[in-house]
């Protein structure tokens, strides 16, 4: 029979875990008062911070996209876990042991996704213990001819695959792994006769995601007659997907997020001797060029500012390849929260060798020598060219015109024209004209946010229309939500009973209003809300919960939340009065006496309330 887990359960985990720590772990965060934190929404591409976490509230909304929800829907949208899967992943987080009943909707075991997890943990310790064996002393001298002690491998985890075929499957085994689970895992191959080991007789370096969770590895061929590659990779798992995998990101994410610095390297050695040097920003793909999806992990981290903006370093090999790698990064710099450099060691050595040979010095100096990418790809896509003729330099320049097309800001552009005018003897005014040219072509394919129009036009195709709030009276409706969900310890039901009857005009405001004054008796008026609402409703009501209030501390938010009460009010009592004067006119005409009295008698009621209400604003 199925199982599930307890509601106990998930309130515990849920009481140990910080929502904050949890989405910092994807998103760098910044406090922005009263327990709220801003970043880059990990969900779209976006240079402005519009996503916000709440510590108080427990959820996150992005005000770009409209994504948001509690921390179980973060985890379903980034890691895309079910719910189960991610209670799971929390209660690993902070070492809870789950319980299970029968008769839910779950699975009875750990979800898939989990023990994928746990067994490359413990593949990761095995393969860690018998870096020590005598089988791996060829191994251990890679790692010394490389300038790395044994400190330096324990920080990074490397360690040793035994030659047999099924050492670490029977292992594995007798930690109660299934033959599937280890083939799920990429940890181990089918046979006929059953299942052996994928990594064998090679030095290993596990690759950790940015929760320190080891996901995958990364294999190096140490004997010749190793008939793999030189590098053997886990392949896709539930776990590991290649295209955004980035080696060294859980050791670099913190600094890299101080810093607002990250140097791109080609190697897992490379990224050990960079971190050894110090520059402890370095990470490194995994058996695949530099794409849009390690843009996307690494844009999440970096929140450019005007003060001090961003920088992504990448350090190529100076061969061909490393060149044609370089163009490749330039072609994807405007996706980027970051202005982008090349850094190339002297003599063409890369990190692991410059440090061997020169230093930790030598890489640090490499890293701060760096140059401006576009400016690497303006001097490569001329240097094919014959500039001691004019047929070459005109050529030369229409080749770096889309380059400097690029650009996107003007100033800069036209330091860049006259920097390609001095490289190739082309007038100045010939290069800014080809540029023009290529400027009028130029679609950046970088992944923007929605416009307001866009987001308009979604909201209206779901049946909802959105909400203007550059409207006043759907700003003062607004107010008023945010007041009594974010500070409903200053307001009374039976005043909100009142104003709620006829106070909302925008039909999200007044949707969402009907439940909030559901569940305003209730224990927990946010979670109730939150369960209710969906879509376009949803996201509205995120944004309600997410507002910034104009003030901080307790007396100032009393004073607040009083003055937006008492000025719904006194609106409600004034459309009140109107509604009893039309009402009035009606009963005079119709020679209703008694109506008219009773009606006429309420109006000075309301008078006298509207008196009281102006003398207390």
Same mark, same amino acid.
């Given at each position: 029979?199925?199982?599930?887990?307890?509601?106990?359960? *998930?309130?515990?985990?849920?009481?140990?875990?910080?929502?904050?720590?949890?989405?910092?772990?994807?998103?760098?965060?910044?406090?922005?008062?009263?327990?709220?934190?801003?970043?880059?929404?990990?969900?779209?591409?976006?240079?402005?911070?519009?996503?916000?976490? $709440?510590?108080?509230? /427990?959820?996150?909304?992005?005000?770009?996209?409209?994504?948001?929800? /509690?921390?179980?829907?973060?985890?379903?949208? *980034?890691?895309?876990?079910?719910?189960?899967?991610?209670? &799971?992943?929390?209660?690993?987080?902070?070492?809870?042991?789950?319980?299970?009943?029968?008769?839910?909707?779950?699975?009875? &075991?750990?979800?898939?996704?989990?023990?994928?997890?746990? =067994?490359?943990?413990?593949?990761?310790?095995?393969?860690?213990?018998?870096?020590?064996? *005598?089988?791996?002393?060829?191994?251990?001298?890679?790692?010394?001819?490389?300038?790395?002690? @044994?400190?330096?491998?324990?920080?990074?985890?490397?360690?040793? #695959?035994?030659?047999?075929?099924?050492?670490?499957?029977?292992?594995?085994?007798?930690?109660?792994?299934? &033959?599937?689970?280890?083939?799920?895992?990429?940890?181990?191959?089918? @046979?006929?006769?059953?299942?052996?080991?994928?990594?064998?007789?090679?030095?290993?370096?596990? +690759?950790?995601?940015?929760? /320190?969770?080891?996901?995958?590895?990364?294999?190096?061929?140490?004997?010749?007659?190793?008939?793999?590659?030189?590098?053997?990779?886990? $392949?896709?798992?539930?776990?590991?997907?290649?295209?955004?995998?980035?080696?060294?990101?859980?050791?670099?994410?913190?600094? +890299?997020?101080?810093? %607002?610095?990250?140097?791109?390297?080609?190697?897992?050695?490379?990224?050990?001797?960079?971190?050894?040097?110090?520059?402890?920003?370095?990470?490194?793909?995994?058996?695949?060029?530099?794409?849009?999806?390690?843009?996307?992990?690494?844009?999440?981290?970096?929140?450019?500012?005007?003060?001090?903006?961003?920088?992504?370093?990448?350090? !190529?090999?100076?061969?061909?390849?490393?060149?044609?790698?370089?163009?490749?990064?330039?072609?994807?710099? %405007?996706?980027?929260?970051?202005?982008?450099?090349?850094?190339?060691?002297?003599?063409?050595?890369?990190?692991?060798?410059?440090? %061997?040979?020169?230093?930790?010095?030598?890489?640090?100096?490499?890293?701060?020598?760096?140059?401006?990418?576009?400016?690497?790809?303006?001097?490569?896509?001329?240097?094919?060219?014959?500039?001691?003729?004019?047929?070459?330099?005109?050529?030369?320049?229409?080749?770096?015109?889309?380059?400097?097309?690029?650009?996107?800001?003007? #100033?800069?552009?036209?330091?860049?024209?006259?920097?390609?005018?001095?490289?190739?003897?082309?007038?100045?005014?010939?290069?800014?004209?080809?540029?023009?040219?290529?400027?009028?072509?130029?679609?950046?394919?970088?992944?923007?946010?929605?416009?307001?129009?866009?987001?308009?036009?979604?909201?209206?195709?779901?049946? +909802?229309?959105?909400?203007?709030?550059?409207?006043?009276?759907?700003?003062?409706?607004?107010?008023?939500?945010?007041?009594?969900?974010?500070?409903? &310890?200053?307001?009374?039901?039976?005043?909100?009973?009142? +104003? !709620?009857?006829?106070?909302?005009?925008?039909?999200?405001?007044?949707?969402?209003? @009907?439940?909030?004054?559901?569940?305003?008796?209730?224990? /927990?008026?946010?979670?109730?809300?939150?369960?209710?609402?969906?879509?376009?409703?949803?996201?509205?009501?995120?944004?309600?919960?997410?507002?910034?209030?104009?003030?901080?501390?307790?007396?100032?938010?009393?004073?607040?939340?009083?003055?937006?009460?008492?000025? #719904?009010?006194?609106?409600?009592?004034?459309?009140?009065?109107?509604?009893?004067?039309?009402?009035?006119?009606?009963?005079?005409?119709?020679?209703?006496?008694?109506?008219?009295?009773?009606?006429?008698?309420?109006?000075?009621?309301?008078?006298?309330?509207?008196?009281?209400?102006? =003398?207390?604003?």
């Amino acid at each position: 029979m199925a199982k599930r887990i307890p509601q106990s359960d *998930i309130d515990e985990v849920l009481s140990r875990v910080s929502i904050v720590d949890v989405v910092g772990d994807y998103v760098a965060l910044k406090p922005s008062g009263n327990g709220e934190y801003k970043g880059l929404c990990p969900f779209h591409g976006e240079k402005s911070p519009s996503f916000g976490v $709440s510590a108080t509230k /427990n959820v996150w909304h992005c005000f770009g996209c409209g994504e948001g929800g /509690n921390l179980f829907q973060f985890l379903n949208r *980034i890691d895309s876990l079910n719910f189960v899967e991610a209670v &799971e992943k929390l209660a690993g987080r902070v070492g809870y042991t789950l319980n299970y009943e029968e008769g839910g909707s779950g699975s009875p &075991e750990l979800s898939v996704r989990a023990r994928v997890l746990e =067994a490359n943990a413990a593949a990761a310790k095995f393969f860690a213990s018998k870096l020590d064996d *005598i089988e791996a002393e060829p191994g251990r001298l890679f790692l010394q001819g490389r300038g790395f002690d @044994k400190a330096a491998s324990e920080k990074f985890g490397v360690g040793w #695959a035994p030659k047999g075929w099924t050492g670490l499957s029977d292992h594995l085994k007798t930690l109660g792994f299934t &033959e599937d689970e280890l083939i799920l895992a990429a940890l181990a191959s089918k @046979k006929d006769k059953g299942c052996y080991d994928r990594f064998r007789g090679r030095l290993i370096w596990p +690759i950790r995601d940015s929760t /320190n969770a080891v996901i995958g590895f990364g294999a190096r061929k140490i004997f010749e007659d190793d008939q793999g590659p030189k590098y053997l990779n886990t $392949s896709e798992t539930p776990v590991y997907h290649k295209s955004s995998v980035l080696y060294g990101i859980d050791l670099a994410k913190r600094e +890299i997020s101080k810093t %607002q610095q990250v140097v791109v390297v080609e190697g897992y050695t490379d990224v050990m001797a960079c971190h050894l040097a110090g520059i402890t920003t370095a990470v490194a793909t995994c058996g695949t060029a530099f794409g849009d999806e390690h843009i996307k992990v690494l844009n999440r981290i970096l929140v450019s500012d005007s003060k001090k903006p961003a920088e992504v370093i990448f350090n !190529f090999d100076p061969d061909e390849a490393g060149q044609k790698a370089a163009m490749r990064a330039f072609a994807s710099a %405007q996706k980027f929260n970051a202005l982008t450099y090349i850094a190339i060691g002297p003599d063409g050595l890369d990190p692991c060798d410059l440090r %061997q040979e020169r230093g930790d010095g030598a890489i640090i100096d490499m890293i701060a020598s760096k140059r401006p990418l576009v400016e690497f790809a303006i001097e490569r896509s001329i240097a094919a060219f014959d500039l001691a003729s004019r047929e070459g330099q005109i050529a030369a320049v229409r080749a770096a015109a889309s380059i400097v097309a690029e650009i996107s800001d003007s #100033a800069l552009r036209s330091s860049y024209e006259k920097h390609l005018s001095e490289l190739t003897l082309v007038d100045r005014a010939a290069v800014n004209q080809m540029v023009t040219e290529a400027l009028r072509g130029v679609r950046r394919s970088a992944v923007m946010p929605q416009s307001s129009v866009e987001q308009k036009a979604v909201a209206t195709a779901s049946g +909802i229309p959105p909400v203007d709030l550059s409207d006043p009276i759907n700003r003062r409706e607004r107010w008023l939500l945010e007041v009594v969900v974010q500070l409903p &310890e200053f307001c009374d039901f039976k005043v909100l009973q009142r +104003i !709620f009857r006829s106070y909302f005009s925008a039909p999200r405001h007044l949707m969402i209003s @009907k439940a909030v004054l559901r569940a305003f008796d209730g224990k /927990n008026l946010i979670h109730t809300v939150s369960a209710e609402l969906e879509g376009d409703l949803a996201s509205t009501w995120r944004e309600i919960l997410m507002a910034q209030l104009p003030v901080v501390d307790e007396e100032s938010k009393q004073k607040y939340a009083i003055g937006v009460i008492q000025g #719904a009010l006194l609106q409600t009592v004034e459309f009140e009065k109107q509604f009893l004067i039309q009402a009035l006119t009606q009963a005079q005409a119709a020679n209703k006496p008694e109506d008219a009295n009773l009606i006429a008698k309420k109006l000075v009621e309301l008078d006298t309330e509207l008196v009281r209400l102006r =003398a207390e604003r």
